[in-house]
């Protein structure tokens, strides 16, 4: 993951990341706008559970379909239920940043949930 808790790095870090469409109409146009405001980025941390420990169903959903998606995008084939991952309540880590990739623009509002999640191993072996 990009981001360590109180010292701590996980083995699996997922980003929603949400444009702002006062500043273009694709993550790709937000970014060009420059503004600080233009993406805001949830990050979700997870720690590695043991093998058969549940974990959240969006979480299977979207690993089911990484690996028809690493060379090209591809549609998931069902849909996510992102309040299996956070639900709105809970505590988190806010802060004005940037993107992790270059060219690493500062144009992100990052929320990072305090609690992390679980992944199992055969879930981050995929």
């Not at 701590?8 to 997922?14: A, G, I, R, S, T």
């Amino acid at each position: 993951s990009e981001h360590f808790l109180q010292g701590d790095q996980y083995p699996l870090e997922v980003h929603f990341v949400h444009y702002n469409s006062l500043h273009g109409n694709s993550v790709g146009t937000a970014i060009a706008s420059g503004n600080t405001d233009a993406l805001l980025v949830v990050g979700v941390l997870f720690r590695l559970g043991s093998w058969g420990e549940a974990e959240p169903a969006a979480l299977t959903s979207i690993a089911g379909g990484v690996k028809t998606a690493t060379k090209t995008p591809a549609p998931l084939s069902e849909a996510v239920q992102l309040s299996t991952m956070f639900d709105g309540t809970g505590h988190y880590y806010a802060y004005g940043g940037s993107l992790t990739t270059p060219t690493c623009n500062e144009v992100v509002t990052w929320v990072v949930l305090e609690v992390p999640k679980v992944v199992p191993p055969d879930t981050l072996d995929k």
